[in-house]
């Protein structure tokens, strides 16, 4: 039995990658050309569904192509790490964010007083 893999071929790539480029020109020259009419309510909110529907579909092409694949990919393999991340409760939250603030106050109290101490030390050699 032999293993076959099949690679999924990405085929006209540049002329996709043109399309969405087009696509986000003509969204944001849209919203530009429309942005003089008067601001009434249904007129913006044509503009952003416009503008979004147009984004929408350049991401759709620009996944077809292959390097929107393996962004895809590599957004969908973050997003099942992500997943797997256990999450601190909120008292293991508090706790660690006392401590932190701690050692904070501590850590400034010490370098104020080496600050001061240094301070004085130059202050009496110098005069």
């Given at each position: 039995?032999?293993?076959?893999?099949?690679?999924?071929?990405?085929?006209?790539?540049?002329?996709?990658?043109?399309?969405?480029?087009?696509?986000?020109?003509?969204?944001?020259?849209?919203?530009?050309?429309?942005?003089?009419?008067?601001e009434s309510d249904p007129g913006l909110l044509y503009r952003?569904?416009?503008?979004?529907?147009?984004?929408?579909?350049?991401?759709?092409?620009?996944?077809?192509?292959?390097?929107?694949?393996?962004?895809?990919?590599?957004?969908?393999?973050?997003?099942?790490?992500?997943?797997?991340?256990?999450?601190?409760?909120?008292?293991?939250?508090?706790?660690?964010?006392?401590?932190?603030?701690a050692v904070v106050i501590v850590m400034a109290l010490l370098?104020?007083?080496?600050?001061?101490?240094?301070?004085?030390?130059?202050?009496?050699?110098?005069?």
């Open positions: 039995m032999s293993a076959v893999s099949e690679e999924k071929e990405y085929q006209l790539d540049g002329l996709k990658w043109l399309l969405v480029v087009v696509l986000l020109v003509a969204g944001i020259g849209g919203n530009y050309y429309f942005a003089n009419m008067a952003v569904l416009g503008v979004l529907a147009l984004f929408a579909m350049a991401a759709f092409v620009a996944a077809k192509t292959a390097k929107g694949a393996g962004f895809v990919a590599l957004f969908r393999g973050a997003r099942t790490e992500l997943r797997k991340v256990v999450w601190p409760t909120a008292q293991e939250r508090n706790q660690t964010t006392l401590m932190v603030l370098l104020w007083g080496l600050d001061a101490l240094f301070g004085a030390l130059a202050k009496l050699v110098i005069g």
